[in-house]
């Protein structure tokens, strides 16, 4: 190809650039033929048993049961395993330095496939976020429209974004001519000294920024709402469990930025670096391996985390056995979500639909 005007998307035939990225090539380096595969592999194989173990564990539930979050949640894990099902095509690549044997139209189909779900995660991740702010600040009000159709609705609606925002890579990517009469599998920009730039600033906003900025933003007016409302109440138990919620909904969004910053900064970065040093390729390697490692850490975030999540876990796996519960509230005590009428043991209608609404939704999302 013409100096200049491709952009290789394989990290096996070249150095340090990844199959969403549409990085302009570099030098070969080494040892990503060999580490990498070994790290894509523990990657897979774990994201795959640990998503699948999710999606057993919601599917196992009644249907009458389900909620919002558990079709959020199925639809990440399946989202996570669309995302891993391109890595043995990865894998084979980079064991072969850089060789795709498996046509144009697979090229097409695994690449896309890989810029889609990365975009479809991210989206779900962000609306999940938002369902939770609607959970916790107006479970009354958004009662009506939280139910597991409406969740499905918006599911279907952000795969339709997140092919929309693939558009790009579905029409560049394509065989990229290697030496020797081999060919591998990439994205090749028409101008890449110009087209560079709008390719990396468009993911960087649209599958980073935007979304991690939402999902800050939420998860801020979610804990404001917390510590202001529930926090000051005197019901430890109730107390306690928001904040469980909470250290959940901020391991999820630390996971999000930890994974996947490191990738989108060295991408601005490189935006300026014509000849990367040997420090550089390491850093994009395991800025790489990062950014894949997220489809398998969510589903162990709520085995590790969830008592709820444990709890169905255990049930689904062990039918007969009975599920352990947290401690009962001791008798006399209060919700703090209650309110007293005059009368010694009467609860008014709004306060009482309030108690039940916020113990539902203390349910729900603690998975």
């Known amino acids: 190809r013409a100096p200049g005007s491709s952009s290789s998307c394989s990290p096996g035939s070249f150095s340090w650039h990844h199959v969403r990225s549409g990085v302009r090539a570099s030098t070969w380096f080494p040892t990503a033929n060999v580490v990498l595969p070994i790290v894509f592999g523990i990657v897979c194989l774990v994201g795959t048993v640990g998503n699948c173990i999710v999606i057993y564990t919601i599917t196992r539930k009644p249907k009458r049961n389900r909620n919002t979050a558990d079709v959020f949640i199925v639809s990440l894990s399946i989202t996570d395993l669309l995302f891993l099902l391109g890595m043995p095509f990865l894998i084979h690549q980079l064991l072969g330095n850089g060789v795709w044997l498996f046509g144009a139209t697979m090229c097409t189909i695994i690449t896309a496939l890989d810029a889609n779900s990365q975009f479809a995660s991210t989206y779900i991740l962000t609306a999940m976020s938002i369902d939770r702010y609607l959970a916790t600040v ?10 597991p159709c409406t969740a499905a609705v918006v599911i279907f609606l952000l795969y339709l974004l997140s ?6 890579v579905f029409m560049y990517s394509q ?8 060919a591998g599998c990439g994205i090749i920009l028409p101008n890449l000294s110009v087209d560079i730039y709008w390719y990396t600033l468009y993911q960087f906003f649209l599958a980073f920024i935007i979304p991690l900025l939402v999902i800050c933003i939420v998860y801020l007016k979610i804990q404001k709402h917390i510590s202001r409302v529930v926090l000051p109440l005197p019901q430890r138990n109730f107390r306690a469990r928001t904040k469980k919620i909470m250290r959940i909904a901020v391991t999820i969004c630390s996971a999000f930025f930890v994974c996947w910053a490191p990738y989108y900064i060295l991408q601005l970065v490189h935006l300026e670096v014509t000849q990367p040093t040997t420090a550089f390729l390491y850093a994009y390697n395991v800025a790489i391996s990062l950014g894949y490692a997220s489809s398998c850490i969510n589903p162990f975030i709520y085995i590790v985390l969830s008592d709820t999540f ?23 005590k209060v919700s703090p979500s209650v309110k007293l009428n005059s009368g010694p043991h009467q609860e008014t209608s709004l306060s009482l639909t309030y108690s039940r609404q916020q113990s539902g939704w203390l349910e729900e999302i603690s998975l």
């Open 138 to 147: 107006r479970p009354i009000r958004s009662a009506y429209m939280r139910t």
């Open 310 to 332: 444990q709890r169905k876990l255990v049930k689904a796996i062990c039918p007969g056995r009975p599920a352990r519960r947290g401690k009962r509230r001791p008798a006399g």
């Open 175 to 182: 065989p990229i001519a290697l030496p020797g009469s081999r």
């Open 163 to 168: 092919l929309l925002t693939s558009v790009p």
